[in-house]
């Protein structure tokens, strides 16, 4: 079974920094690529960034482009995502997904960006 679960999220003011993080089970964790979605309160999920199984092939949205940071660490089974200036636009809940299978979401991490 697949299972994933996100973790790092919090409030933080305009122009703060978190650091996501997410821990995989139930699969081969390094024969995979891996993503970062969020959900803004109600909006649908939108895409943040993605990775292939090596660590290369690394995508990310315009939007956060230059602010974020993706990086997985397969001897840990584990996702991250760095994200510096953060705005508030960048408030939601964000979620790790195996490869880009929205299906295979954990419970999410909640991130809120407010002065």
């Known amino acids: 079974e697949v299972r994933l679960l996100e973790s790092g999220g919090g409030l933080v003011q305009p122009g703060g920094s978190l650091t996501l993080s997410c821990a995989a089970s139930?699969?081969?964790?390094?024969?995979?690529?891996m993503s970062w979605v969020r959900q803004a309160p109600g909006k649908g999920l939108e895409w943040v960034a993605r990775?292939?199984?090596?660590?290369?092939?690394?995508v990310y949205e315009p939007y956060v482009k230059g602010r974020f940071t993706i990086s997985r660490d397969n001897a840990k089974s584990m996702l991250y995502l760095q994200m510096n200036a953060l705005t508030t636009d960048d408030t939601g809940m964000y979620y790790c997904?195996?490869?880009?299978?929205?299906?295979?979401r954990g419970p999410g991490t909640q991130v809120t960006v407010s002065s």
């Open positions: 990775m292939g199984s090596d660590g290369g092939n690394i």
């Open positions: 139930g699969f081969t964790f390094n024969r995979f690529g």
């Open positions: 997904l195996r490869g880009q299978d929205t299906t295979s």
